[in-house]
C-alpha cells in the first residue's frame, strides 16, 4: 500500500525539518502520480540517525480520538512523508505512558477505524475530479461534500458565481477496513 512515506502510490514528502520550529511551511507530495504542494504546521522532530517523528498529545481522561482526528494526523504525516507518530497519553498533564506508531498504523487510534489506501484512491479520485473541471486561469473554486455516504461533490466557481460541476458516487473517504 501506499500510505508511508516515500512509499508507493500515497506518501513521497520530503520529511525535511522545518526551519523554524512550529512555523507553516511546504511539503511535495505526490498521490497516484498527481504531484500538490501542501503547507502544513506539523512538527517534525528528527535526531541524527533516525527516523523522523512527529507528536500527538492523547488525554486519558478524554474519549478515544475520534477518526477525523485519526485521519488529519495520519494525513499530515503522510503528506511530510514522517514514518513515525509519537503517541503520548497524560492525565491531567502528567505523562502516563506513550507509544510510537508507524503513520500506517494510526487508525487504530480511532473508532471507527479507516484503511489508508481507501483514503489514499478517495483523494486521487477527488483531485482528478478537481484537474478535470478546474480550467479556468484566476478562477477561484470552492469545492463541497453533498455529506452523502456516496461521497458526491459539488465545486463552484466564485469567481463567476455558478456551480461548475457535480460528482457523485466517490464513496466513503473513511472506509473501515
Partial sequence: GGGKGG???GGGGNGSVPPEFGQPHLFEWEV???RLLIESSLVVFQREGLNPV???LVDLNAERPNT???LSTWLDNTIAGVPELAVC???DGLIHH???LQTDDIARLCAPSFNPDTILAYAARVLEFLQHHCK???SQYWLLGDGS???GLHLYDVTKGVMTAAAGGFGGGAGAG
Fill in 68 to 70: 477525523g482526528t485519526a
Fill in 149 to 151: 455516504v456516496e461521497g
Fill in 89 to 91: 497519553y497524560h492525565r
Fill in 98 to 100: 506513550y507509544d510510537v
Fill in 32 to 34: 497516484h502520480g498527481l
Fill in 7 to 9: 512509499g508507493g502510490g
Fill in 54 to 56: 512527529s507528536l500527538k
Fill in 136 to 138: 479556468d486561469d484566476g
